[in-house]
């Protein structure tokens, strides 16, 4: 079992910054990827960014050159910088943890954080 606890939400005006941060407790399955999604009321959950334990990161278009995701494995923590915000932007922003139970089959569990809420304002 993985617990994630994230921290660093709010408000803010357009084109201003935040900085999310997502704790991940210790357990003994090793974490492969961590990631950032996000809802939008009336909206689908849609990937933000993502980092694999090498270090790849993979991010939405629509935050491409905004945002900054990183991780600290001596800290099992992930941050997500978020910079020049829109007001599109603003939703509850989920932490996602992935695990390899099964390298063969590709079998992964997923686990999330409790979200912190965004908002932008214009």
């Known amino acids: 079992q993985v617990q994630l606890v994230e921290s660093g939400g709010g408000l803010v005006q357009a084109g201003g910054s935040l900085r999310l941060s997502c704790a991940a407790s210790r357990s003994r399955f090793s974490i492969n990827a961590m990631g950032w999604y996000r809802q939008a009321p009336g909206k689908q959950r849609e990937l933000v960014a993502a980092i694999t334990n090498p270090g790849s990161t993979n991010y939405a278009d629509s935050v491409k050159g905004r945002f900054t995701i990183s991780r600290d494995n001596a800290k099992n923590t992930v941050y997500l910088q978020m910079n020049s915000l829109k007001p599109e932007d603003t939703a509850v922003y989920y932490c996602?943890?992935?695990?390899?139970?099964?390298?063969?089959?590709?079998?992964?569990?997923?686990?999330w954080g409790q979200g912190t809420q965004v908002t932008v304002s214009s």
């Open positions: 996602n943890a992935v695990v390899i139970i099964d390298w063969v089959t590709g079998t992964r569990r997923d686990y």
